[in-house]
């Protein structure tokens, strides 16, 4: 559903980390898929990309993206998710952090989720049948 004259998108961000050269979720990204899940359940749409370090080949690392990305979005179609699910990769691209330290290269290995949801625009409220009607002020 677009955003309308009342309506407009509001896009919170998650980030789930992977260990070096895997694609499975580890405890700590389970834990976090689990308290976004609630979230994600009430998206309009939601955005996964894939994202590895710049450690090993050009087409290693963008297919370590691709299945990063898959795994987080096949956990949360399994969790019942019905909201549209955009997935892209790229491997050795868009770097939190592009020094070559292994603190810099923990950071990289990640998938980032972006949940997109319709939020009522400022002064506009609803009724007891959910219809949005803009606020009059006098």
């Known amino acids: ?12 961000e998650h980030v789930i980390h992977f260990d070096f050269g895997k694609s499975h979720l580890i405890e700590v990204g389970a834990r976090k ?33 691709r299945q990063r990305a898959d795994t987080v979005r096949d956990w949360l179609v399994r969790q019942g998710v019905l ?22 290269r923990r950071q990289n290995r990640r998938v980032e989720i972006r949940l997109v949801h319709l939020v009522a625009k400022r002064g506009v409220v609803s009724n007891s049948k959910g219809v949005q009607l803009s606020e009059v002020t006098s």
């Not at 677009?2 to 919170?12: F, R």
């Not at 976004?36 to 290693?60: H, Q």
């Open 1 to 12: 559903a677009p955003s309308s004259p009342l309506t407009s998108e509001q896009i919170n």
């Open 33 to 65: 898929m689990n308290a976004l899940l609630p979230e994600a359940k009430k998206s309009i749409r939601i955005e996964v990309s894939g994202r590895t370090d710049d450690i090993g080949t050009r087409a290693f690392n963008d297919r370590l993206a």
């Open 83 to 104: 909201a549209s699910i955009k997935v892209d990769a790229e491997g050795m691209c868009c770097y939190v952090d592009g020094s070559r330290t292994e603190v810099a």
